[in-house]
């Protein structure tokens, strides 16, 4: 008896890039699973898992979907994610609670990047994988083309499960290896099987002989099962494939037509049958955190007799029915209302109703356990990324890794009454979508929004005005420029003042040199003799620090100086600590301005993969923007050219990038450091900044 099925939950996510058709194959699953009497259409933005008003505006998805149902007495729990490379995010936070992926590849659209470091990630995380190309139905469609991206693309060993007959515009079909037999479907059709013809008998042997050898060859009692008998059970056989599917000993891969309903039986059949459920994934892969007091190691492989522990992996505000957390249980079990640990705010949480999800339907349940994905209402302290546990036995998992912003705009609102709109709405969007950065820059005094692109921008504001009213006006941020000295200078600060009574009096010489790049500032009291007493040199120091706020070229700050004081006077009565403050505020501001001060500007190490055909317009691009090549790497049909370039000349560069490489190039960046900005550049900077300081007095 098979006692290692006996747990009927698959955990799947469903990832590819935009446009290859995973939203269409969701819906094929739904209805070959009978789940829905007629296949949707993303283009008449009827299926199941589009249904926020921006998905059909844009037919598209934008935001990661959960479609629960019940097929072959096991419970599938699709996740599926959108694939725009702007909506990354969503698709690496649904690897992380499923048990295994099924990976649409289309020839169409081919592996692009959001594809490949989707890939990455699958790698990473040791994931189960099927693969359904997609699109076989078009002209000039080719199943053989797709295996060979595999090979080349993705690194792997491609083992058809399906043969799709006739290719192309008559697509008819496919012969499923494993069952050995010709199965028929449509858009009116789940599943018709046909006895096979020879012209097809030669297809499936050649098919199920590499399959056979495949699977033989990857464990020795099989093996000998082979070389002893020339065939293996079917009972062997799905053994081999189950075990060989878990541990990534080759990749499977099924073809078909998802808006045709061809071949999706096959792969509905492939989750039951051949992917693990989340005990046996537990058992080989368990979930490691720490114990969030100690912060020693711990594990949870999934059972039921473990303490409950769980994580959130997607959170959906909605202005009418509040915070939905999109949980996996990972152990134990748990009943509705229960109060749990947040190990990672270390805080108490009430639970409030459980949710299974299938669109936007939610049905309540009473309880939930380990391996289960719900949705749970209305968490106070609970965000994406963050564990739940039992409060005797608490574990914290770590925290998703996420892709950093790429892409920025200054934001005002339009109207003075929404500006608490604003804020309070892009924080709760925040929430929903943690790749999505707004803050308060407190240097340059504005609000700013940064995203992943701007299809991630856009789809935010779109949100904001539908969900909280509120409307903005986008613009470029400013650069936060600094300002250094390039040669050592003196100058004394003497303030003198007399009231009547006590007076004013602080006296002192600085020195002031410039620092190597990125050292910042140091401070160093070289007084001997009791000029100034020790008591009043930081007081000088806090002068000079408020005179490093601002500049003398534009009121940027100063950064990269060693300031030193080595001489002054005192008067026994009159000195205090503010008057050699201001006294040192004078020195400071007197010995720059001899001291040849120049513009500094942010420079980013940018790492950009794109196409190989692509290479000289990006790279000539870069030398357009002020760009320094580091290095290049070859790829599989891509290069990543890493560069130095002015933050200044990157604001819109992921619009760029996409025209040039036809929207199959990314790049990510970080800051490096600042460097000195050309003098004609720093001359218009300059200009700028007094222009925009004369406007903001005359208001």
């Known amino acids: 008896m098979d006692t290692t099925r006996l747990e009927p939950v698959r955990n799947v996510a469903v990832v590819s890039s935009a446009g290859a058709g995973k939203t269409s194959l969701s819906e094929a699953l739904l209805y070959v699973g009978g789940v829905i009497p007629m296949l949707g259409s993303v283009m008449h933005g009827t299926t199941v898992s589009d249904f926020e008003p921006e998905e059909l505006r844009h037919r598209t998805s934008t935001s990661t979907s959960l479609l629960q149902f019940t097929w072959n007495h096991t419970n599938i729990n699709l996740i599926d994610p959108p694939g725009a490379l702007d909506l990354l995010g969503e698709s690496l936070a649904a690897l992380q609670a499923a048990d295994a992926v099924i990976l649409i590849?289309?020839?169409?659209?081919?592996?692009?990047?959001?594809?490949?470091?989707?890939?990455?990630?699958?790698?990473?995380?040791?994931?189960?994988?099927?693969?359904?190309?997609?699109?076989?139905?078009?002209e000039s469609a080719s199943f053989e083309n797709a295996l060979e991206s595999c090979r080349k693309q993705l690194g792997c060993v491609p083992l058809p499960m399906t043969v799709p007959i006739n290719a192309g515009m008559n697509l008819d079909g496919v012969v499923d290896v494993r069952h050995e037999r010709l199965v028929r479907s449509g858009p009116n059709s789940a599943k018709v099987e046909h006895l096979l013809v020879p012209p097809l008998e030669s297809i499936l042997n050649r098919a199920r002989q590499q399959l056979v050898e495949a699977v033989a060859e990857s464990g020795e009692t099989l093996l000998e099962t082979y070389v002893t008998q020339g065939e293996l059970s079917q009972e062997d056989l799905l053994q081999g494939l189950r075990r060989d599917i878990q541990t990534n000993q080759?990749?499977?891969?099924?073809?078909?037509?998802?808006?045709?309903?061809?071949?999706?039986?096959?792969?509905?059949?492939?989750?039951?049958?051949?992917?693990?459920?989340?005990?046996?994934?537990g058992e080989a892969h368990p979930w490691h955190g720490i114990h969030p007091e100690t912060h020693e190691g711990c594990e949870r492989k999934g059972s039921l007799q473990e303490p409950f522990s769980a994580y959130i992996f997607k959170t959906i505000i909605d202005p009418f029915v509040g915070r939905l957390s999109y949980c996996r249980v990972v152990s134990g079990t748990i009943h509705a209302d229960a109060t749990v640990l947040n190990a990672s705010k270390h805080v108490r949480e009430k639970l409030g109703h459980f949710y299974t999800v299938l669109g936007k339907r939610h049905v309540a349940v009473d309880s939930v356990r380990a391996g289960e994905i719900v949705a749970i209402?209305?968490?106070?302290?609970?965000?994406?990324?963050?564990?739940?546990?039992?409060?005797?036995?608490?574990?914290?998992?770590?925290?998703?890794?996420?892709?950093?912003?790429?892409?920025s705009f200054a934001i005002d609102a339009k109207s003075k009454t929404d500006i608490d709109k604003v804020s309070l709405g892009l924080h709760k969007l925040i929430e929903e979508d943690p790749t999505l950065e707004f803050a308060r820059n407190a240097e340059t005094k504005e609000m700013v929004l940064s995203g992943m692109g701007q299809f991630h921008i856009d789809l935010a504001l779109e949100k904001l005005h539908r969900k909280f009213g509120a409307d903005v006006i986008l613009h470029t941020p400013k650069v936060p420029y600094r300002e250094t000295l390039k040669t050592t200078s003196h100058?004394?600060?003497?303030?003198?003042?007399?009231?009547?009574?006590?007076?004013?009096?602080?006296?002192?010489?600085?020195?002031?040199?410039?620092?190597?790049?990125?050292?910042?500032?140091?401070?160093?009291?070289?007084?001997?003799?009791?000029?100034?007493?020790?008591?009043?040199?930081?007081?000088?120091?806090?002068?000079?620090?408020?005179?490093?706020?601002?500049?003398?070229?534009?009121?940027?700050?100063?950064?990269?100086?060693?300031?030193?004081?080595?001489?002054?006077?005192?008067?026994?009565?009159?000195?205090?600590?503010?008057?050699?403050?201001?006294?040192?505020?004078?020195?400071?501001?007197?010995?720059?301005?001899?001291?040849?001060?120049?513009?500094?500007?942010?420079?980013?190490t940018v790492e950009i993969d794109t196409p190989t055909d692509a290479v000289g317009a990006v790279m000539g691009d870069l030398s357009a923007r002020r760009g320094r090549i580091v290095a290049v790497n070859a790829q599989d049909h891509a290069e990543q050219i890493t560069a130095l370039v002015p933050l200044a000349e990157l604001f819109r560069y992921a619009t760029a990038l996409n025209a040039m490489t036809g929207g199959r190039g990314s790049y990510a960046m970080d800051f490096t450091q600042y460097d000195e900005v050309p003098k004609e550049l720093a001359t218009k900077v300059i200009e700028r900044q007094k222009a925009e300081g004369q406007a903001a007095t005359a208001h």
Not at 584 to 598: L, Q, W
């Open 377 to 407: 209402g209305k968490l106070k302290d609970t965000h994406t990324g963050d564990t739940l546990c039992q409060e005797t036995a608490p574990i914290c998992y770590p925290i998703l890794s996420l892709p950093k912003p790429i892409l």
């Open 250 to 281: 080759f990749l499977p891969i099924y073809g078909g037509s998802a808006t045709h309903n061809v071949g999706v039986w096959s792969l509905l059949d492939a989750i039951v049958a051949l992917l693990p459920s989340p005990s046996e994934r």
């Open 491 to 604: 100058a004394q600060g003497k303030y003198k003042k007399q009231t009547g009574g006590h007076g004013q009096y602080g006296d002192c010489w600085l020195e002031v040199a410039p620092l190597p790049r990125g050292h910042g500032y140091a401070f160093e009291n070289r007084v001997v003799g009791g000029a100034i007493p020790r008591n009043f040199i930081p007081a000088v120091e806090k002068g000079v620090l408020e005179a490093m706020q601002e500049g003398p070229l534009s009121g940027f700050p100063v950064v990269d100086v060693q300031i030193a004081v080595y001489d002054g006077s005192y008067h026994a009565v009159d000195s205090s600590e503010m008057s050699f403050k201001i006294a040192g505020s004078m020195a400071f501001k007197k010995a720059i301005e001899t001291a040849h001060p120049v513009l500094l500007e942010p420079v980013m």
């Open 105 to 138: 590849l289309s020839e169409a659209v081919g592996v692009r990047t959001e594809l490949a470091r989707l890939w990455t990630r699958i790698k990473e995380l040791d994931l189960p994988c099927l693969v359904f190309v997609n699109g076989l139905d078009k």
